[in-house]
């Protein structure tokens, strides 16, 4: 058996305004990136209830500071402009 290990912790982190997507500036090593996930919904079916789950939805590649990730990533995530806005 394989163990997939990290050394990736959050350095910032942001909300959407409908709380369904999350975007976090990822740590690893020295570079950091900007990864987003969104909440999914998957309705009952054969009598089986319904549920929720997360899902990455995008992955900058790496940079050299937070700063520069967010920046880029709020080029390409538009919530990320309105969720520092408010």
């Known amino acids: 058996m394989r163990t997939i290990t990290t050394n990736e912790s959050t350095a910032k982190q942001w909300r959407s305004a409908d709380g369904q997507r999350v975007a976090s500036i990822v740590k690893t090593g020295e570079l950091f990136r900007l990864v987003e996930k969104s909440e999914l919904w998957e309705p009952p079916t054969n ?34 402009c309105e969720a520092d806005e408010s």
């Open 47 to 80: 009598g089986l209830e319904g549920y929720s789950y997360w899902t990455e939805t995008y992955r900058s590649g790496l940079y050299p500071s937070a700063e520069a990730a967010e920046g880029a990533g709020k080029a390409l995530v538009a919530w990320l």
